[in-house]
Structures are given as structure tokens and as C-alpha cells.
């Protein structure tokens, strides 16, 4: 069972993602938040698997709960969950320990496939967000003027690819196994070795690297 509080200073959001998540059998939502300041303490008391935290809140922000949080309890995992596609929000929430960054507007099925993916430790990033974030990094980065990566040094089989092309549209390992109709261990393996030959660690640095292959 995975247990989570959902904090959003909205009562329709609150309810209306209470109602929805509720009805898999493998989730209990076990607080809803007003604010920052109540899911930090909720938190404390209840211990849950993951807090869904919205960023903007009275009394306190997402963003300072969210670094409260992992401060205290580093093995909660913690999905932002905003309207916005700000650089900042998405930046901050990330280099704070946040597992993931989901849009308010995103499909339910995918939503809960996505939470289901972060208690296993993976990332969730989606599309629009990692697009963001390339940019963002990549303005970051102009001034430095990095040497170019070759396509010379970087060979990728054809199945490599395919899962290469996955992870920029944000797809999850979930998501890459079914839609190439292989094993999530399979998908993991072949995850791990992009990884390696990219010279990166994590699906953010994957997708910024790969972006700049194409």
C-alpha cells in the first residue's frame, strides 16, 4: 500500500485528486494539506510513503516544505505538483530533493502510473518539463561554450535508440517496456547503459545530452 498526503491550498484539487487516487486498490490517502506548513507537520505524524505538494500556498510555500521534509524524513518521496512551468519551480524543486515535477493538467492514468514509479526511486519528469529544463540548462551553459559532442563517439544500437527517443517524450521505464514489448528489468538494463555511454547519471542529464545529439 502506498500512503500519501496531498497538500494544495485548492479544496477542489484536494478532493478531486483524493477521489481519483483512491480508487486503486494500492493507494490510501492518508492527509490532505491546506498548506506548506500542515503537510510538514502531517508529515511528522503520519509518516506517509510520498507528499503530492502544490507550490504555491499560504503560511508556507511548496518549495520550503518540500526542503523540510527531506531534511527530516530524506526517505518521504515528494511529487511537485503545479499549474506552472516555471524554470525556477522546476529547478528548485529538483535540486531539493524532489522526485518529480507533474503538471496539475496531466492525464490521470499517467498520474498514477507516475506515483507508482517514484516509490520504486525512479525520476518522473515529464515531456514539457524536461524541455523546459533543457533549455534552461542550456542558457545556463551557453556562456561556458562547452566543447560539441560528435555522434562519432556516441554509437547506439538500433534498440538504444528507440529507448533514447522514448526518454525525450518523457516515457517512463514502465511505459519504454510496454511500448517495445520487453521487460521492465530488460528496459532498466538498456536505461542504465544509455546512461553510460552518454556519460551522464540521471534521466534529466540523459535527455539534455541526447537533445544535443539530434
Do not use: W
Not at 478531486?16 to 494500492?26: A, C, K, M, S, V
Not at 510520498?50 to 530524506?74: E, F, H, N, R
Not at 507516475?114 to 523546459?132: K, L
Amino acid at each position: 500500500m502506498i500512503t500519501m498526503i496531498i497538500a494544495d491550498d485548492q479544496m477542489l484539487t484536494r478532493e478531486g485528486l483524493r477521489t481519483i487516487l483512491e480508487l486503486e486498490d494500492d493507494f490510501s490517502i492518508v492527509g490532505l494539506a491546506h498548506n506548506g506548513e500542515e503537510a510538514c507537520e502531517m508529515t511528522a505524524r503520519l509518516r506517509p510513503d510520498l507528499v503530492m505538494m502544490d507550490i504555491q500556498m499560504p503560511i508556507m510555500d511548496g518549495i520550503t516544505a518540500l526542503k523540510k521534509i527531506k531534511q527530516s524524513y530524506p526517505e518521504t518521496f515528494i511529487l511537485i505538483l503545479s499549474t506552472f512551468l516555471e524554470d525556477n519551480y522546476i529547478i528548485e524543486g529538483i535540486a531539493n530533493g524532489a522526485s518529480g515535477y507533474l503538471l496539475k493538467d496531466m492525464e490521470a492514468d499517467k498520474m498514477i502510473t507516475a506515483i507508482r514509479d517514484t516509490v520504486t526511486g525512479q525520476f518522473i519528469m515529464p515531456t514539457a518539463v524536461a524541455a523546459r529544463l533543457a533549455m534552461k540548462i542550456s542558457q545556463l551553459t551557453a556562456d561556458r561554450q562547452p566543447a560539441p559532442i560528435s555522434n562519432e563517439h556516441i554509437q547506439l544500437s538500433d534498440r538504444e535508440r528507440e529507448i533514447a527517443d522514448l526518454l525525450m517524450k518523457g516515457h517512463s521505464n514502465r511505459e519504454i517496456a510496454a511500448a517495445l514489448f520487453i521487460s521492465e528489468g530488460t528496459t532498466r538494463n538498456y536505461v542504465s547503459n544509455l546512461y553510460n555511454k552518454l556519460d551522464v547519471f540521471d534521466r534529466v542529464q540523459a535527455v539534455v545530452r541526447l537533445q544535443s545529439l539530434k
